[in-house]
């Protein structure tokens, strides 16, 4: 029989008696085909059984078994694949040789060549395999692209499948693969529901997440700014004098200071001091809303506060006195929770803001 070789996109050359297969770096001397692989339609490709073994550990254990009684195909062994284009498999077994694939075959024949590949584990032909079927999904073929990765075990391609179908599920569920589904793989189409609720769920955890970071961030620019207009005074507010709750003692505020960086905020905080100073329903029994959310901002700032006696901020030793006193706001552990948070955000607004100083000075000096 005289030595054929796949269509390759490598260079031959007649040496001695047999061929030069050359590659990017590795150069085979190879003598007549030993090995013949049949497809589907009984196409014959002649193969070398050494690359073949070299590049698949399952057809190197296929070529350890004898395998008489395909001598009739004119070779001492005969392979056969199956189950997909002979176009593919040829692909295929070029791909064994020369480790080359063209895009128009991999738009082409990718799907089959995840499962060969899968099939006779060759890792390098499904990776490239994984990353071209993964480009290429759409809503019409995502469904039947993500039953055959399962099947070969290709992890990569299920995420992006199931990511697919959980951001276009209205149009994936109108196409024939969903459909089919459906009747078909009821377990598969559980799982996919699944997925969808578990993301849709860490979405709703991510964006709850979020906005109460947000919220422990403006608490702690708050605490910022009261201690800012309460020991340098403010700057949009007019000064004025803040009495107790008890109304024994009066704490004055206000004055010139440097600006506050968080304005907003401090020009709101700056109000509702100077409402809480002047409000007659303060002390009532329904009370005043805006009053009740100053008293707990200055709450929060007593909890915070590690100088009670030396602070200026109004209330700040009676709260911590009341906490000694009393054991019930002691122990409210959601308090307590909300306290620690605060405190955490505080400090990373601190290294934030250290972090953006250090980055302006180096920019200053270079």
Not at 298 to 322: A, N, T
Not at 343 to 352: F, G, I, T
Request: include cysteine; charged fraction near 25%; hydrophobic fraction near 35%.
């Amino acid at each position: 029989m005289e030595p054929v070789l796949v269509a390759m996109a490598v260079t031959a050359t007649s040496e001695d008696d047999g061929f030069s297969l050359i590659t990017d770096k590795v150069s085979y001397n190879l003598t007549a085909s030993d090995v013949t692989i049949v497809t589907s339609s009984n196409r014959r490709i002649p193969a070398h059984s050494g690359i073949l073994a070299s590049a698949s550990p399952v057809l190197m254990n296929i070529m350890k078994k004898t395998v008489r009684r395909y001598q009739r195909y004119g070779a001492s062994r005969a392979i056969k694949i199956l189950g997909v284009p002979c176009d593919a498999v040829s692909v295929f077994i070029r791909f064994l040789y020369s480790f080359s694939l063209t895009e128009d075959e991999l738009e082409k024949y990718g799907i089959h060549l995840l499962a060969l590949s899968h099939v006779y584990m060759v890792a390098n032909l499904k990776q490239r395999c994984s990353r071209g079927i993964v480009d290429g999904l759409t809503a019409e073929n995502v469904v039947d692209v993500l039953q055959l990765a399962r099947l070969c075990d290709a992890p990569d391609v299920c995420l992006k499948s199931m990511r697919l179908i959980q951001s276009q599920f209205k149009t994936v569920e109108q196409t024939e693969g969903w459909k089919f589904l459906q009747e078909h793989d009821p377990v598969l189409e559980l799982d996919i529901l699944q997925f969808i609720d578990d993301s849709e769920s860490r979405k709703k955890r991510r964006r709850r997440h979020k906005k109460e970071q947000n919220l422990y961030m403006q608490l702690s620019e708050a605490m910022e700014c009261i201690e800012h207009i309460c020991t340098q005074g403010c700057t949009l507010v007019g000064p004025t004098n803040i009495v107790d709750v008890n109304k024994s003692t009066t704490v004055p505020f206000g004055g010139k200071s440097k600006p506050c960086k968080a304005v907003s905020t401090c020009y709101g905080l700056q109000l509702s001091i100077r409402h809480f100073a002047v409000c007659k329903k303060r002390s009532n029994e329904n009370g005043c809303l805006r009053c009740k959310r100053m008293l707990q901002l200055l709450r929060l700032h007593s909890s915070i506060c590690d100088q009670p006696e030396s602070c200026r901020v109004p209330l700040c030793r009676q709260f911590k006195k009341r906490v000694e006193h009393d054991k019930r706001m002691g122990e409210d552990t959601k308090w307590k929770l909300l306290v620690r948070r605060v405190v955490s955000a505080k400090l990373c607004l601190h290294c934030v803001s250290r972090q953006r100083r250090t980055n302006v000075m180096e920019k200053q000096n270079d």
